[in-house]
C-alpha cells in the first residue's frame, strides 16, 4: 500500500512550509498571541482557518465530539477541555471565545439514536448535549434545533467558569455562539438580543454581541438558554420544555 500520508508530509516540507518559513519563525521566536479561542465539533468538514480566515497563530482551538464544554465542577480530573478553556484564558489572555457547532452533526444525531456497544466513553461525554436535545421525533429541524440549542447551553457553561465569567462581566472576553450550516459555507451567529441564530451575511455583529452586558444564569431560570427555547416558538404537541 503506497504510503500516502508520507507522501503529504514530504509535500508540506519541501513545497508549502518555504513560502511560510518566515512566519513560523516569527511565531517561535516571539511566541503565539492568539486573540481566538475556538471550540469547534471534531468534524472533518468544519474547517476553522476557512471559515475565519484566519492562520497559524491566529486561533487555539479545542475540538471534541459535538463541540462541548464540560461543566465547571472544580473535580480536577484528566479535562482536556476544561484545561484548553483554562491555558487559553489564563496564560494566553484570548479576548474572544467561539463555540462552533454545524449541521449534519453526527454527535448531535446520536442523542436520538441507540448507543454503539463499546462506545461508553462516547455516550457519557454525550450527555454533556443531553439538556439541549428534545423529546420529538428526529427530524431535520429537530437536529437543526439541536444543534443550535446545544451551542448555547455551552456558553452558559461557559459562564461556570470563574475566570470566564469574571472576564465576561468585565467586558474583557466576548462570548460567540456559532453554527456553521456546511452545505450553505454559511455560520449562523448567535444573536442574544434576539434569542435566536442569524445568518452571517444578515447579521450586524460576529455572534452574541455584547453578552457583557447581557443577563446571566442567576439560577432563576432566566439565562439565555431559555430565551433562546422562547424565541423559537412554541413547543409542538407533546413536547415538554426543558
Ligand atoms: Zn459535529
Redesign the pocket.
Known sequence: MPDELLQRLRRFHDDYFPGVQDRFQNLVRDGQHPNILFIG?S?SRLVPYLLTGTGPGELFIVRNV??LVPPHDGSAGYHGTAAAIEFAVLRLGVERIVVC??SH????RALYEEDVPQATNLAAWLELAREAALPVQMTPEALRRTEQRCVVLQLERLMGYPMVRERVESGRLALHGWHYVIEDGEVHVFDLRSGSFVPASAADHSGTGPFDHAPVDDGSGTGIFNEIDEALGPAPRGEAQV
Not at 452533526?105 to 448531535?108: D, R, V
Open positions: 465539533c468534524d459535538a463541540a457547532g454545524h452533526c453526527g454527535g448531535i
